[in-house]
């Protein structure tokens, strides 16, 4: 009953706008109509963009009944035919979903001056993280922006590193430019972009019991941000347990060759089903994770978007990073903080992004970066930028949505609570 007063709640916030996109791409109207508000990501002019990149699985997704549509310069599916957004949102809370996720780069650093290169262009404590660690981390600019989020895992011989799709060739070239200006000075370093490896995201509360099945492993010392390499079917694997939806769940690299076969492996399970970006990003949300290029950019700073925990506490002594000057004032003194990030609670239609956020005087304070429903909550929410004095929890703000004014209410995010593994002997 739950999840059909869900539904019925959903659609009515999805059919709240009147503006309706072209029929592009064999797509039917509502279809891209969840696209757009559903899906932050979505761009209207990547619609036309010819010579789409395909992952390795992306012949079996679409006959999965994948919905197709070009996401940074690749063909991805936003949802699936016999599910759709809402039912792969809930699936993922409640079992177990697979995201291809083969667009994210990949990459590799070597050389034994690896780890004081990566931190002098991350804010991460490499040296500090034991061997098979991972953390979630920011690239900056000169000037304390952020140049895209990342995972760093920390191998014996070897960084391995992902990155977002939409920034792929902004990142490899910030970090190739870095790179030859400090093997001119002597530095041992290599990069390898991972051009063979899919990658896969395996999400939800019984995605370890899963595996635990399938490769007949023990998972319990396989806790969260914590990777290794593991072999399964005779499949060798990358595995990193964490993710992007606030789920327990796992990373997990896959040469090209084995990757459609480990994922009909995975579907094998009944508890098993694919999901879409749509799902994903719907999923995100609720966990108050970011989305480079919406809530994150190379006009933000880490304490502006309230990420000043990814800077490991040596950092935040020593610096030693691109725009530590910058990000470390900021830190030190919060007048220097003009604008923080935010999520909120909106009654009314939901609130998606470029809404203009006020006080309750209706002077403008803010702009959202992303909204939409919550189907675990059955609330709208949003996360947004306000003027600093703005973003304390319980403050009444209001957003304008189609010119109307509708209130809001700051709070503190994530708005769903996470569900990581962090060790306990039931999970």
Same mark, same amino acid.
């Given at each position: 009953?739950?999840?059909?007063?869900?539904?019925?709640?959903?659609?009515?916030?999805?059919?709240?706008?009147?503006?309706?996109?072209?029929?592009?791409?064999?797509?039917?109207?509502?279809?891209?109509?969840?696209?757009?508000?559903?899906?932050?990501?979505?761009?209207?002019?990547?619609?036309?963009?010819?010579?789409?990149?395909?992952?390795?699985?992306?012949?079996?997704?679409?006959?999965?009944?994948?919905?197709?549509?070009?996401?940074?310069?690749?063909?991805?599916?936003?949802?699936?035919?016999?599910?759709?957004?809402?039912?792969?949102?809930?699936?993922?809370?409640?079992?177990?979903?697979?995201?291809?996720?083969?667009?994210?780069?990949?990459?590799?650093?070597?050389?034994?001056?690896?780890?004081?290169?990566?931190?002098?262009?991350?804010?991460?404590?490499?040296?500090?993280?034991?061997?098979?660690?991972?953390?979630?981390?920011?690239?900056?600019?000169?000037?304390?922006?952020?140049?895209?989020?990342?995972?760093?895992?920390?191998? !014996?011989?070897?960084?391995?590193?992902?990155?977002?799709?939409?920034?792929?060739?902004?990142?490899?070239?910030?970090?190739?430019?870095?790179?030859?200006?400090?093997?001119?000075?002597?530095?041992?370093?290599?990069?390898?972009?991972?051009?063979?490896?899919?990658?896969?995201?395996?999400?939800?509360?019984?995605?370890?019991?899963?595996?635990?099945?399938?490769?007949?492993?023990?998972?319990?010392?396989?806790?969260?941000?914590?990777?290794?390499?593991?072999?399964?079917?005779?499949?060798?694997?990358?595995?990193?347990?964490?993710?992007?939806?606030?789920?327990?769940?796992?990373?997990?690299?896959?040469?090209?060759? !084995? !990757?459609?076969?480990?994922?009909?492996?995975?579907?094998?399970?009944?508890?098993?089903?694919?999901?879409?970006?749509?799902?994903?990003?719907?999923?995100?949300?609720?966990?108050?994770?970011?989305?480079?290029?919406?809530?994150?950019?190379?006009?933000?700073?880490?304490?502006?978007?309230?990420?000043?925990?990814?800077?490991?506490?040596?950092?935040?002594?020593?610096?030693?990073?691109?725009?530590?000057?910058?990000?470390?004032?900021?830190?030190?003194?919060?007048?220097?903080?003009?604008?923080?990030?935010?999520?909120?609670?909106?009654?009314?239609?939901?609130?998606?992004?470029?809404?203009?956020?006020?006080?309750?005087?209706?002077?403008?304070?803010?702009?959202?970066?992303?909204?939409?429903?919550?189907?675990?909550?059955?609330?709208?929410?949003?996360?947004?930028?306000?003027?600093?004095?703005?973003?304390?929890?319980?403050?009444?703000?209001?957003?304008?949505?189609?010119?109307?004014?509708?209130?809001?209410?700051?709070?503190?995010?994530?708005?769903?609570?996470?569900?990581?593994?962090?060790?306990?002997?039931?999970?």
């Amino acid at each position: 009953m739950k999840k059909i007063l869900l539904k019925i709640w959903w659609t009515v916030n999805l059919q709240s706008s009147k503006k309706t996109p072209p029929r592009t791409l064999n797509l039917s109207l509502n279809e891209l109509a969840i696209i757009k508000r559903n899906y932050a990501a979505y761009e209207e002019k990547n619609l036309i963009l010819p010579n789409l990149k395909r992952t390795p699985v992306h012949d079996f997704v679409v006959q999965q009944g994948g919905k197709m549509v070009p996401f940074a310069g690749w063909s991805m599916p936003v949802h699936f035919a016999n599910t759709g957004v809402l039912a792969e949102h809930l699936h993922t809370r409640d079992s177990a979903s697979l995201f291809d996720v083969s667009h994210m780069q990949q990459l590799k650093i070597l050389g034994k001056d690896r780890i004081k290169f990566l931190e002098l262009l991350t804010v991460a404590d490499i040296e500090e993280m034991p061997f098979g660690a991972a953390t979630l981390s920011l690239f900056t600019n000169e000037n304390g922006g952020i140049v895209d989020d990342m995972i760093v895992s920390k191998h !014996a011989d070897h960084l391995h590193v992902v990155t977002n799709a939409s920034c792929a060739e902004k990142v490899l070239k910030h970090i190739r430019n870095q790179m030859y200006k400090l093997q001119s000075r002597g530095w041992f370093l290599n990069l390898e972009v991972i051009k063979d490896y899919a990658l896969l995201a395996f999400q939800g509360p019984k995605t370890a019991e899963i595996l635990r099945k399938l490769g007949d492993k023990d998972l319990r010392d396989f806790k969260f941000m914590t990777t290794r390499y593991i072999n399964i079917k005779k499949i060798e694997l990358h595995m990193t347990r964490g993710g992007y939806t606030g789920e327990d769940g796992f990373e997990i690299g896959v040469s090209h060759l !084995a !990757a459609t076969r480990f994922t009909k492996l995975l579907l094998g399970y009944p508890s098993v089903q694919l999901a879409g970006l749509g799902a994903r990003d719907s999923l995100r949300l609720e966990a108050g994770l970011c989305l480079y290029g919406h809530d994150i950019d190379e006009t933000t700073t880490p304490i502006e978007a309230g990420l000043s925990w990814t800077i490991a506490k040596r950092r935040k002594v020593e610096g030693g990073f691109l725009g530590d000057e910058h990000i470390l004032k900021q830190l030190n003194d919060k007048s220097l903080v003009k604008k923080r990030r935010i999520g909120l609670i909106v009654e009314g239609a939901p609130a998606r992004e470029n809404a203009e956020i006020y006080n309750e005087e209706e002077q403008l304070v803010g702009k959202v970066t992303s909204g939409g429903p919550s189907p675990t909550l059955g609330k709208n929410i949003a996360m947004g930028y306000v003027r600093t004095g703005y973003n304390t929890n319980g403050t009444p703000l209001k957003v304008k949505v189609r010119e109307r004014m509708q209130k809001a209410t700051v709070v503190k995010m994530p708005f769903v609570k996470p569900k990581y593994y962090r060790g306990d002997e039931t999970a």
